[in-house]
């Protein structure tokens, strides 16, 4: 069964981190670009990081440049984001999806994505 499914989310206290996982299955990993999304209540959808096929390169959202770093394990089939130094404005429900398309730079764009996992939330409160 071809799914992507996200782990990791939670409370966290601002400043804090967390690691949230994507797990890729059904598809082979290293053939595609995976991003990250998020979606907080009332707003919408918006990339947040994305990662490469062809050759590992990333992109991030301005919001998050310096922050949060996402990166892929093949061997688990799993793509990762780590997020430090969380910030009021974090919260939402995170997302990973992928446009199943192989390409040289990823999109943190939502339309072409054909392919989600279901979401895992993140809180950012003291």
């Known amino acids: 069964q071809v799914q992507l499914v996200e782990s990791g989310g939670g409370l966290v206290q601002p400043g804090g981190s967390l690691k949230l996982s994507c797990e890729v299955a059904?598809?082979?990993?290293?053939?595609?670009?995976i991003a990250w999304f998020r979606q907080a209540p009332g707003k919408e959808r918006e990339g947040v990081s994305c990662?490469?096929?062809?050759?590992?390169?990333?992109r991030d959202a301005d919001s998050v440049k310096g922050r949060f770093t996402i990166s892929r394990d093949h061997a688990k089939s799993t793509v990762y984001l780590q997020m430090n130094s969380l910030k009021p404005e974090d919260p939402a429900v995170y997302y990973c999806?992928?446009?199943?398309?192989?390409?040289?730079?990823?999109?943190?764009?939502?339309?072409?994505?054909?392919?989600w996992g279901k979401g895992t939330p993140v809180t950012v409160s003291s």
């Open positions: 999806a992928t446009d199943r398309v192989v390409r040289t730079i990823c999109s943190l764009n939502t339309r072409g994505m054909n392919l």
């Open positions: 059904g598809l082979t990993l290293r053939y595609y670009s």
């Open positions: 990662t490469s096929s062809s050759d590992d390169s990333t």
